[in-house]
């Protein structure tokens, strides 16, 4: 089993910044890759970025030259660096992990953490 515990979330206003943090813990070992999805009001939950342990990552189009993910293998830990926040971005962003090396599908949530850009 994986736990994961996200922080960071917050308030911000248009072309502000955010960071969400992810702290994993449990059985590392067999994660290949750790990302965040998103879920706004009334919307699917969407995959936003992912990066793999070697370090290759994905991005939404929506958020490329704004979003970085970043991860501390040693801390277990995985970030979402976001800039530029527009109100689109309002969501629950939820940090979750996969085994998969083929492709990123999770197999562990965190409770998520509400991201809330104001106009």
């Known amino acids: 089993q994986v736990q994961l515990v996200e922080s960071g979330g917050g308030l911000v206003q248009t072309g502000g910044s955010l960071t969400l943090s992810c702290a994993a813990s449990?059985?590392?070992?067999?994660?290949?890759?750790m990302g965040w999805y998103r879920q706004a009001p009334g919307k699917q939950r969407e995959l936003v970025a992912y990066?793999?342990?070697?370090?290759?990552?994905y991005y939404v189009e929506s958020v490329k030259d704004r979003f970085t993910i970043s991860r501390d293998n040693a801390k277990n830990t995985v970030y979402l660096q976001m800039n530029s926040l527009k109100p689109e971005d309002t969501a629950v962003y939820y940090c979750?992990?996969?085994?998969?090396?083929?492709?990123?599908?999770?197999?562990?949530w965190g409770q998520g953490t509400q991201v809330t850009v104001s106009s």
């Open positions: 979750n992990a996969g085994r998969r090396i083929t492709y990123y599908s999770p197999d562990y």
């Open positions: 449990g059985s590392m070992f067999s994660i290949n890759a």
């Open positions: 990066i793999t342990i070697g370090g290759r990552t």
